[in-house]
């Protein structure tokens, strides 16, 4: 059964840092596009990256660009997504997402390409 949990959300500072993990189980990422939306109250959800199966093709939000780095670890079956100088409206439950895909390059932050989600975990940019 295909399963996504994330962890490491938190309290931070504005400035501050976090690493999210995406862990992957019941498939093996090199045959999924792996997806990471956020979702602050009140308003939709919202891509925020994407690392393709081979991991060589990644994509990242305006708001992110530059700030936010996905990466994986096949052996791990594991998706990071490290969260650099952190905003408060960066404020949000994050969650990662999944879909197969025979094309190894695939990456998309569009929300309807997704068909498999984790639960979410909090994070909160606040002084």
């Known amino acids: 059964q295909l399963q996504l949990v994330e962890s490491g959300g938190g309290l931070v500072q504005p400035g501050g840092s976090l690493r999210l993990s995406c862990a992957a189980s019941g498939f093996t990422l090199g045959n999924y596009v792996i997806g990471w939306f956020r979702q602050a109250p009140g308003k939709e959800r919202e891509g925020v990256s994407c690392i393709s199966p081979s991991g060589g093709t990644t994509d990242y939000s305006a708001s992110v660009k530059g700030r936010f780095t996905i990466s994986k670890d096949n052996a791990r079956n594991t998706v990071y997504l490290q969260m650099n100088n952190l905003k408060p409206e960066d404020t949000a439950i994050y969650y990662c997402?999944?879909?197969?895909?025979?094309?190894?390059?695939?990456?998309?932050?569009?929300?309807?390409?997704?068909?498999?989600w984790g639960q979410g975990t909090q994070v909160t940019v606040s002084s």
């Open positions: 997402a999944a879909r197969r895909t025979l094309l190894q390059s695939m990456c998309s932050i569009r929300r309807r390409e997704y068909n498999a």
